[in-house]
């Protein structure tokens, strides 16, 4: 019975079929976020919550199919708190 209390957090799939860092994500966090969301801004990104995540905060992540992928918890895409942001290359 304890064995079934023990079981880690896992990370699930972006849709491109990479995985997301458990460190993230524990299976419902993260999610493809509308191009529309994340504004690059002198500070940081700017998330459309109002949350800015500066360009060398810890959580954020490179995105490995081009896109933004926000990961809040529980996945509710009106929290002011972002786990992890994973941001696309820009050809730099």
Known sequence: MASFLCVPALAHQAPAGWQYD??????????QAPPSDVKETKYGYQLS?????????????????????????????????????YVPDRGM
């Open 22 to 31: 458990p460190s993230c994500c524990a299976g419902v966090d993260c999610y």
């Open 49 to 85: 919550t109002g949350e800015l995540i500066p360009y060398s905060d810890h959580r954020i992540k490179r995105s490995h199919d081009g896109y933004f992928h926000e990961c809040k918890p529980g996945g509710d895409i009106q929290s002011q708190h972002s786990f992890c942001l």
